[in-house]
């Protein structure tokens, strides 16, 4: 973690510093265990990869991951993505967001724990350049349908599909994925642009 981690601090992040060259950044909330995440960062070092999980084992796994692959552009932060957001990450610097396979919190009396909800994409779409990307993916309809609609609501974010997007190729099938397309569950992604 000293070498890959970056301490959370209420104040703005120098990307600069942390990553040591200027490249676009994409940020991951919830890495999981980290595959998916390291797997992203290295099909496409063009990128810094910018990971937020609050999990030990999943942060330790992904450490282990940058360690094996050599990675050099991926960064992990351990601490709650709403301060990270709001108060490391300034407006209009991000590429890119990934939120795959969030909490459903299925239970309708648990819904409001859904980390997407109007206000918290109001926040990352701030974070998003002009033509930056809000990538999320879910395998729980209802999450999907709730996922469009939040993200529809959001005036300065346009859909890039009619509705639902095709999994675009640099995100690879997790385990997650594949465990909940065995289940009969379906996959569904959702990809808006911050409009210039």
């Given amino acids: ?25 994409i940020l991951e909330i919830g890495c999981g265990m980290g595959e998916t995440t390291a797997s992203i960062a290295a099909t496409t070092p063009q990128n810094n990869y910018l990971g937020i999980e609050v999990h030990t084992p999943g942060v330790g796994n992904l450490l282990k991951e940058i360690s094996t692959r050599e990675l050099t552009n991926l ?38 724990r859904r980390l997407i909800q109007a206000p918290f994409v109001a926040l990352l779409a ?15 309809e209802e999450y999907a349908e709730q996922m469009l609609e939040v993200l529809n609501g959001e005036a300065i974010l346009e859909n890039t599909s009619e509705g639902f997007s095709p999994r675009p190729g640099y995100r690879p099938q997790t385990k997650f994925e ?13 990809i808006f642009r911050r409009r210039p």
């Fill in 178 to 190: 594949t465990r909940g397309l065995k289940l009969g569950h379906g996959v569904w992604d959702v």
């Fill in 126 to 140: 701030s974070r998003l350049e002009p033509g930056g990307y809000l990538h999320c993916a879910t395998d729980w």
């Fill in 1 to 25: 973690m000293p070498r890959w981690g970056i301490s959370y601090q209420a104040a703005p992040c120098d990307l600069f510093a942390a990553f040591g060259r200027i490249a676009p950044t």
């Fill in 75 to 112: 960064r992990l932060i351990q601490h709650d993505a709403v301060d990270v957001v709001q108060h490391m990450l300034a407006p209009g610097t991000l590429a890119g967001i990934h939120i795959f396979f969030p909490d459903p919190w299925p239970k309708k009396r648990q819904q409001k």
